[in-house]
Antibody
Framework: QVQLQESGPGLVKPSQTLSLTCSVS??????????WSWIRQHPGKGLEWIGH???????YYNPSLKSRLTISADMSQNQFSLKLTSVTAADTAVYYC??????????????????WGQGILVTVSS | DIQMTQSPSSLSASVGDRVTITCRAS??????VNWYQQKPGKAPKLLIY???NLQSGVPSRFSGSGSGTDFTLTISSLQPEDSATYFC?????????FGGGTKVEIK
């Protein structure tokens, strides 16, 4: 079955760029059946959807993060990545990568998220 | 953004109890609600998709219902391993949003 694993630095300085990679095994990110997503969870808090990328390179970003966010994919490595610029302490969170199952009706899709990676804690601090 | 309001924020129940968690959407979202279970230090796990469909491998004591704005996750007979936080999520429109979570504890 598909498995996802986040990697990247656990500590980032304020104003710098947070960069994470998600390695996917047991399935291909070239599949048109899924979005490849990032979600974060602030310590002790709820979940915040960051954005996703589709196999054709199209993506959707949470408007609250859009100006600082880039999600990209490397099909040859079966990986996708997140870059968040100009980070502050408010970006301290556990970051999850995940596969979102595309359930489409008409012109819109209504994904559910399964499975998730184990998550990586990223702390923004000097 | 669509707001998802979950209630209660926490509950305590005994093994064997029937437990109900509700989620209310800020506008009508048909049946585009999914439910997740998260245990401490772990990633969320999908339980129910599109309001009432049980994810493969999830015990049948979990069920979901609802449409429009009001949705329910029910655990028919609470088990010790069900101690966790449960989240609803709407996928009607972007951005996807989540409820604030319900922490379920075993008495």
């Amino acid at each position: 079955q598909v498995q996802l694993q986040e990697s990247g630095p656990g500590l980032v300085k304020p104003s710098q760029t947070l960069s994470l990679t998600c390695s996917v095994s047991g399935g291909s990110i070239s599949s048109g059946a899924y979005y490849w997503s990032w979600i974060r969870q602030h310590p002790g808090k709820g979940l915040e959807w960051i954005g996703h990328i589709y196999y054709d390179g199209s993506n959707y970003y949470n408007p609250s993060l859009k100006s600082r966010l880039t999600i990209s994919a490397d099909m040859s490595q079966n990986q996708f990545s997140l870059k968040l610029t100009s980070v502050t302490a408010a970006d301290t969170a556990v970051y999850y990568c995940a596969r979102s199952v595309r359930f489409c009706r008409g012109n819109s899709c209504h994904p559910w998220i399964d499975p998730w990676g184990q998550g990586i804690l990223v702390t923004v601090s000097s | 953004d669509i707001q998802m309001t979950q209630s209660p924020s926490s509950l305590s129940a005994s093994v064997g109890d029937r437990v109900t968690i509700t989620c209310r959407a800020s506008l009508r979202i048909i049946t585009y609600v999914n439910w997740y279970q998260q245990k401490p230090g772990k990633a969320p796990k999908l339980l129910i998709y599109t309001a009432s469909n049980l994810q493969s491998g999830v015990p049948s004591r979990f069920s979901g219902s609802g449409s429009g704005t009001d949705f329910t996750l029910t655990i028919s007979s609470l088990q010790p391993e069900d101690s966790a936080t449960y989240f609803c999520q709407q996928s009607y429109s972007n951005p996807v949003t989540f409820g604030g979570g319900t922490k379920v504890e075993i008495k």
